[in-house]
């Protein structure tokens, strides 16, 4: 079982920076590609970004290429979103996910592919 507690959250101006956090247990042996997806109420949840297990591979939405940055660390079993130019737009709840089938160095944007998901972090974003 895996399981992820993301943090970093918070209510930022317009043009400001966050960092969210997401903390995983690991089984041994198994790497997971990991990614971050963000809700809003009424709406399906949308693909922000991903790191494959390798930490080769990323990809990211178009709505956030060049102001998202995704990261691991794999000593702290921690993946990072740095969050630069937030717009109001990008006021989500986000969440982190663990692909446990994927291969060393691919990603996906479907959140289907996940397997295990955290409990979520409110980004709020004020104009």
């Known amino acids: 079982q895996v399981q992820l507690v993301e943090s970093g959250g918070g209510l930022v101006q317009s043009g400001g920076s966050l960092r969210l956090s997401c903390a995983y247990s690991?089984?041994?042996?198994?790497?997971?590609?990991m990614g971050w997806f963000r809700q809003v109420p009424g709406k399906e949840r949308e693909f922000v970004a991903a790191i494959s297990w390798s930490g080769i591979t990323t990809n990211y939405a178009d709505s956030v290429k060049g102001r998202f940055t995704i990261s691991r660390d794999y000593a702290k079993n921690t993946v990072y979103l740095q969050m630069n130019s937030l717009k109001p737009e990008d006021t989500a709840v986000y969440y982190c996910?663990?692909?446990?089938?994927?291969?060393?160095?691919?990603?996906?944007?479907?959140?289907?592919?996940?397997?295990?998901w955290g409990q979520g972090t409110q980004v709020t974003v004020s104009s």
């Open positions: 690991r089984r041994p042996f198994i790497g997971y590609a």
């Open positions: 996910a663990a692909d446990s089938g994927a291969s060393y160095s691919s990603v996906t944007n479907n959140p289907q592919e996940y397997d295990y």
